[in-house]
């Protein structure tokens, strides 16, 4: 079962729990990710489990919208679902490593405040060239 904080959920179907998408460095590219995001889930399954795909939703978008002011890269949004987790990965070609900010009355820098208020685990990890920050719900 894939467990929130408020629950339980039904667990994705075997083989159907993988979607890695790339976008190229524009605005819209967010609001594509975080629809895809939430198309896959509930092709997954978890139409349902509302607060699962808003929640996916929301930091997906968070995850995006810093790839594409860090880095004015492409990304990549990679999303797997099983053994009870869903997990996200958002890869860019930026260097920074994700900071967890105070949330304070600014318009900006949430982002990574919202990942670790809202997320089971998240993390990053550089590969060469590449920095992939990643969160578990």
């Keep these: 079962m894939l467990q929130l904080r408020n ?5 994705p179907p075997v083989g159907a729990a993988h979607l890695t998408v790339e976008y190229d460095p524009r605005p819209s590219a967010v609001r594509e990710a975080r629809a895809e995001v939430r198309r896959q889930l509930a092709g997954w399954g978890l139409a349902a489990e509302e607060e699962l795909l808003d929640t996916a939703e929301l930091l997906v978008s968070e995850l995006a919208t810093n790839a594409l002011l860090h880095s004015a890269s492409r990304f990549r949004v990679t999303l797997t679902a099983g053994q009870g987790v869903v997990r996200c990965e958002v890869q860019d070609s930026g260097r920074r ?16 405040f919202l990942v670790d208020a809202l997320a089971t685990r998240w993390g990053c990890h550089q590969d060469g060239r590449r920095k992939t920050v990643w969160f578990e719900l």
Excluded at 7 to 11: D, E, I, N
């Design 97 to 112: 490593t994700p900071q967890v900010l105070q949330a304070g009355a600014s318009e900006s820098g949430r982002g990574m």
């Design 7 to 11: 629950g339980s959920h039904r667990q």
